[in-house]
């Protein structure tokens, strides 16, 4: 007489069959890429480590990495299916990458190799994988720095701003101050308000910082989208009082207004920037409940 054999339950089969991820594979096209894109991926990482505008550069690949791995049990909720538009990505990429070389293009090589860690999921785990990993792969654009056009348009309303709030600022609280574009003419000293200056720093680092806060303390995805319009006032307005800060101190001692402290004013002021994040989210929260507390009533 036989004995019946009890099939695997159809969810615990399913997540087998899930799980059998092509490790080999995933290894051997990766390894390519990073062998492809070792010289623009070397020169990222001396621009992360030079210019301080890029500092958070460090942090992105390695908060991503942990976002997806978090998302391992739903990325292994199907099983693995090819799809091999994930090969025309990486074309695309290539020849992203071709182009910039050609033209000396940072900006494009850069993201070619983004595009290329994009075209690698979508073959190796097809469209269900790329849903899971979006955000994570959406982070890694911000290790990348701006094209030095945009940067350079970026920077000088920004410097003409927050000098223009610091000179109006001063003025409220008697200290003689002319303005004349970025350079402020205090009573001790001139300040310049330069690109360093223009809040770029900030905005960026900031701008990062708000989609991984919206992230790992709301599970409302639209919230991400709202905090991250959120930095740009906040990051411009904290740079301009770190400005008008840096000419108080400046009529008390001249020095305060370079080196350590002024260094340190800088990550003060940002470290303001984002608790009033924080506290922006609290309040949309607040009043996203209030809203919904008088409807369902």
């Known amino acids: ?9 159809a969810p615990e089969a399913q997540q087998a069959a899930a799980q059998r991820l092509p490790v080999a594979h995933m290894l051997w096209f990766f390894g390519l890429l990073l062998l ?17 505008d890029m500092g958070h550069g460090f942090f992105v690949p390695v908060i991503a990495a942990y976002i997806a791995w978090q998302k391992r049990q739903e990325l292994f ?38 595009l290329s860690v994009i075209g690698v999921t979508l073959y190796m785990g097809g469209k269900h994988a790329l849903r899971t990993l979006a955000f994570p792969l959406f982070l890694l654009f911000f290790m990348v720095p701006i094209p030095a056009v945009i940067y350079n348009q970026i920077t000088l309303p920004l410097q003409l701003f927050a000098s223009r709030v610091a000179a109006s ?25 330069v690109e360093a200056c223009s809040g770029i720093r900030s905005l960026l680092s900031l701008s990062f910082l708000s989609l991984v806060y919206g992230y790992f303390f709301d599970n409302k995805r639209w919230m ?27 009529e008390t ?45």
């Open 253 to 297: 001692d001249p020095e305060l207004a370079h080196g350590l402290m002024h260094t340190a004013s800088g990550w003060v002021i940002f470290m303001v920037a984002l608790v009033i994040m924080i506290g922006v989210h609290k309040l949309i929260n607040s009043l996203y409940r209030g809203f919904h507390g008088k409807t369902g009533a």
């Open 77 to 114: 909720a199907q099983p693995m299916q090819a799809n091999t538009l994930g090969l025309l990505v990486m074309g695309y990429a290539a020849l992203q990458v071709y182009v910039a070389t050609l033209g000396a293009e940072l900006f494009l090589a850069r993201t070619a190799f983004v």
């Open 169 to 193: 600022a001063l003025e409220l609280m008697g200290i003689p101050v002319l303005r004349d574009g970025n350079v402020l003419e205090l009573p001790s000293q001139k300040l310049s308000v």
């Open 36 to 52: 492809c894109y070792a010289p623009v991926l070397w020169r990222l990482v001396v621009q992360w480590n030079t210019d301080e």
């Open 1 to 9: 007489m036989s004995t019946a054999v009890n099939p695997v339950p």
């Open 224 to 250: 991400r989208a709202v905090l991250l319009v959120a930095t740009v006032p906040i990051a411009i307005t904290a740079n301009a009082a770190r400005v008008t800060l840096t000419g108080v101190l400046s």
